[in-house]
């Protein structure tokens, strides 16, 4: 069974807000199940210690966090990444589903935006 929730941080930043939003909840409900969260990227670590309450709170058997990126240079709290794809440098990346404020995500590749996309130089 395949279900979503939407969480962000970003907004149109580059950097997390630290203030995690939920955008879109479970069609179902996750009680007593086995959850394996996906994530494109992990950064800070803070949405995934939302989603890791979101699920405990909701009574899970178990969870565990698979990403394709993981900045640990940039972790704030401890978090166990139980499958990770590769280890991503602190620099900001876009594409293949991940954006800079709704662009880029369409990108066939995962790149990092130049500091002058963002910065207004």
Same mark, same amino acid.
């Given at each position: 069974k395949i279900d979503f929730i939407e969480v962000s941080s970003y907004g149109s930043g580059t950097t997390s807000s630290g203030?995690? $939003?939920?955008? %879109?909840d479970l069609s179902s409900d996750p009680n007593n199940q086995?959850? +394996?969260i996906t994530e494109d990227l992990i950064d800070t670590g803070r949405t995934l210690? @939302?989603?890791? %309450?979101? @699920?405990? !709170?909701?009574?899970? #058997?178990?969870? $565990?966090?698979?990403? +394709?990126? #993981?900045? $640990?240079?940039?972790?704030?709290? !401890? +978090?166990?990444?139980d499958y990770c794809g590769f280890d991503c440098? !602190?620099?900001f990346v876009v594409g293949y589903g991940m954006d800079f404020a709704g662009n880029y995500r369409c990108l066939p590749f995962v790149g990092v935006l130049k500091e002058e996309a963002f #910065?207004? $130089?």
């Open positions: 203030n995690v $939003k939920l955008k %879109k086995h959850i +394996l210690k @939302f989603i890791s %309450k979101y @699920f405990t !709170d909701k009574k899970c #058997s178990s969870f $565990k966090i698979a990403c +394709l990126l #993981s900045k $640990k240079a940039r972790r704030v709290n !401890d +978090l166990k990444v440098p !602190d620099e #910065s207004g $130089k």
